[in-house]
């Protein structure tokens, strides 16, 4: 039987040669990734009730990122718990302050093609970029998984959303998924798997395609996956990595067509991404607040794009950048991408999710106009309910920091 | 069981806002919904209904967003459809989730009857009888314990 990625991914950690959409299997867990919210907060009083221990340490990554650094006694508590669960349970992957979740996993070499892992928290299909299964569940389920090392999963149909040609300068990863949420809207997932593919996704570095994989969140996909490839094995240091990749007559629940070279900027309106349109459409709106942050918008290849718009230029209004992980910001700073920012006017905040998830102390004061080349912007998540948040690229981002008003970056880049 | 109606992709920020989730759930309850339907954590009564549009519980895997509404007494969720993460949280909590592709007939305040084994909402109200889509098998009995950790307990306890 002609089988997809997510089915063959499935169907290894299911210890079957294959499986069927829509039929119920258990699979083992390659990894699990916790971090300091979803983490030993909830699941240690969970597995003291159980008496039980972790299944197998050396498969657990703790990372802190949401309560990092501390900036209040609740946070402070939080971040003890989690550093006193690290020794008490045996975990030695553990990266403390390193950056946000999803970027640092794959960055230290955690993730293989062929996996099949799950992460608590919602965005965890990232890890689909290196052609993994994976995806996010609740502190309960990760209990759940960190006793019994197993986990249920309805096998997802695949949705295949194939990308001709190249994307045009100034148009990034997140243009596309903003164009595709629009298009779809927050359920056009189904809670299936949804496969990237194409020229113009060959063509995309890892960290792009991590964004791709991220918010098949936002488009409500169980997991989002990318074929694996010779940049796979380059970003993971490794060589001769098995070929992780759908049959090519795999049968499809959709099979959606585009030319990347069409899709325009796009910028999604409060309180929705799926409130997608092109960036043209919003030439009036005059954001206080331009944000650059998040495992979806701040990595290295993001700072690069707004490194790229802002080289030579200030920033009109308030500019934060948040480094989606620490490596990420060392080598942002040795290139010189760091300092074309900072001369730019941007205020450097610390790698963790901050101001994205409602953490930190930078949150959206009332009536705040923002926008943000972070994944939701959802009302009251990023700070007051009256504050306002446009998504957008980190092009474009950067080049509305700079003209004070919604700006097409193919402005400036020209 | 009175239904409180809530529109489409109504979504974990919503109900369980990020601001508070460094507390405990008791901090985190007041303000579910807030942005929505502003009264509700105060007015709701152990045994009402959600009933929802689409993609209920879109967003986060925050699990605190299902355990809001299961602590304020909330006896079970309806909705044309669930996000999948709030979904199987919902039901490892032992809240109740059922998809009724009828929800959008149910008028808010309406008393409902709602019976999980039968897959069938019954409308006192209207008088009116929506099929649902019943809960898996493997996942009905872990709600009939009271959530994954539970049905966890009763699994290891039976291996000891």
Known sequence: MKQTLAQKLVARAAGRSAVTPGEIVTCRVDLAMIHDSSGPRRVKPMLERLGAKVWDPSKVVLITDHYVPAYDEESRRIIRITRDWVREAGIDNFYDEQGICHVVLPERGHLRPGMFAVGADSHSPTGGAFAAYMFGVGATEMLGVLVTGEIWLKVPHTIAMEFDGAFAPAVSAKDAMLFLIGRFGLDGGQYQAVEYRGAAIRKLPMQERMTLCNMAAELGAQTGLIASDALTEEFLRLKNLEAWDSDPDASLLAHHRF????????????????NSRAVTDFAEVRPQLAYIGACTGAKLEDLRMAARVLKGRKSAIRLLVAPASLRDQQTAEKEGTLQILLDAGALVLPNSCGICAGYGEHLLPEDMLAISSTARNFKGRMGAASSQVYLASPYTVAASAVAGRICDPREMLQ | MRAWVLGDNVDTDAIAPGRYMKFGIGEIVPHCLESVLPDFARTVKPGDVVVAGRNFGAGSSREQ??????????????AESFAGLFYRNALNLGLPAVVCTDARRVRDGDMLRVSFEDGEIANLTTGETLQCEPIPAHLMQMVRDGGLLAHLEKRLGRAR
């Open chain 2, 65 to 78: 967003a299902p355990a809001a509404l299961k602590h304020l007494g909330v006896a079970a969720l309806v």
């Open chain 1, 259 to 274: 030319d990347a070279g069409a899709i325009a900027p796009q910028v999604a309106a409060p309180h929705s991404p799926a």
